[in-house]
């Protein structure tokens, strides 16, 4: 009954580009050593147990666990560092798992020793052509801090990987003390610009009085309620007859003009960039 | 290109009388230049929506403040308009109102496991906290999604949206954010 959606837009338009390969996604995370989302999932989205997965829960809920095969941007295409902010590379700047990005010394931690190591990804959906990219934090990086892009040394690269549902690599973890993050990149190369992303906690022991912190003074105890926000929302300003403007409150029966034309507000709501009257006509009535 | 006479009889009708009620937006050409990439987005977007939707209604009723139940509402509005001009544009490429069967979902979990999610939101006794955080994530996936459009869609009118759908979405995660920290 149903026809083949490409051949049908074939007949529409007659020039249609074919995309099968982008239409399966590939989901996963590194399993050894655990990443971080990998590890709050084990302890269970609705009953986390470390006070890491505790705030990481508060600070973002819980469906970036139950979605914890898929930190990833679905066109990220190799712009890693310009599509993830300092700070968020555990969350690949996704407010959805913006909780794997709280900066705490006590994330549950495989120990670790320097030399070889066999790291495991699984991949839920795994796809051929794909690079896989392995860092590790510098020696001196603290863990209280938000992880940042400078912090992260490469160790290893492995191109033109076709992986299954677990594939072991091995690498060489160079020489730290204490804590530190190894994180890793999937890239996929053919059919899909989807990359994924993960950050594994790893404790090299040691820690002690060897791992000089950068800064002197105390490290500031991060909590998950202080996640930097946006300005709060602001108070009712609609002017009647005044011009739409993002971020006002507007009532149901408040008039604007926008764009040469005018409105009349038909559902109270705070006005937002990309509820511009003209294109939700669910919130204005052009009159 | 078969039609399935009373499906699409009653597809009709109901374009029509969409058409008619002037719920549509902006009008858009009958045919351009569509592609495989605008047809899945749409197909894919249109269940994401009404999952969306799901979760807004929830909001717009369980919410504990006005401004949760004021974004939801607002939401929830948008976007069945939304649903309803995908389904428009569906309609008018001749294209199936949904992928075909056995057509890999973006969004990792089963179906059932977001359900699960919004039946347990609906339980809540943190509801606000939860509602705020369960749309966020949502909303998230779904400027993922755009993202894909944006850079390799077609059709004008629908990478266009998916520009709109990535600024608002973004926007009401800014104001979801801060009615978490408020």
Known sequence: ?287 | MRRPAPAFALMSALLLALLGSGACGTPRPAAGPVNAQDVMFTQMMVPHHRQGIEIAKLGATRGRTPEVRTLAAAVAATQQDEVEMMLRWLHAWEQPLAAPSGAHDHRGGPPETDRRQIAALARSRTFDRDFLNLLIAHQDDAIQMAGIEVARGADPAARSWAERVRESRRAQIAQMKSLLSG
């Open chain 1, 1 to 287: 009954m149903r026809k083949s959606t490409i051949a049908a837009a074939s007949a529409v338009t007659g020039a249609l580009v074919l995309l099968p390969a982008s239409a399966a996604h590939a989901h996963g995370t590194l399993s050894n050593p655990l990443s971080r989302v990998y590890v709050c999932k084990n302890e269970g989205p609705e009953t986390p147990k470390s006070a890491a997965c505790k705030a990481a829960v508060a600070a973002g809920g819980t469906q970036a666990l139950y979605d914890w095969n898929e930190v990833s941007l679905l066109e990220a295409g190799g712009r890693h560092r310009q599509l993830i902010p300092d700070g968020k590379l555990c969350s690949a700047g996704r407010e959805k798992y913006r909780g794997l990005d709280l900066p705490r010394a006590d994330w549950p931690a495989t120990k670790v020793r320097p030399g070889s190591f066999t790291v495991t990804y699984h991949a839920t959906a795994p796809h051929a052509n794909s690079n896989f990219e392995f860092f590790i934090t510098r020696e001196g990086w603290n863990p209280a801090m938000p992880l940042k892009w400078s912090d992260l040394v490469p160790v290893k690269t492995f191109n033109g990987q076709n992986p299954t549902t677990f594939t072991n690599w091995t690498i060489n973890l160079p020489q730290r003390s204490g804590r530190h993050i190894l994180y890793s990149i999937w890239q996929r190369v053919v059919g899909s610009n989807e990359a994924f992303y993960t950050c594994s906690d790893v404790d090299f022991g040691g820690g002690g009085g060897a791992t000089p912190a950068p800064e002197p003074t105390p490290t500031r105890t991060p909590t998950p309620t202080t996640t930097p926000t946006p300005p709060k929302t602001p108070t009712p300003t609609a002017q009647p007859g005044g011009t739409w403007k993002a971020g006002t409150a507007y009532r149901s029966g408040d008039k604007v003009t926008y764009g040469g034309q005018s409105y009349q507000c038909l559902q109270g709501h705070t006005a937002l960039a990309g509820w511009e009257p003209p294109n939700v006509p669910a919130l204005w009535k052009r009159i």
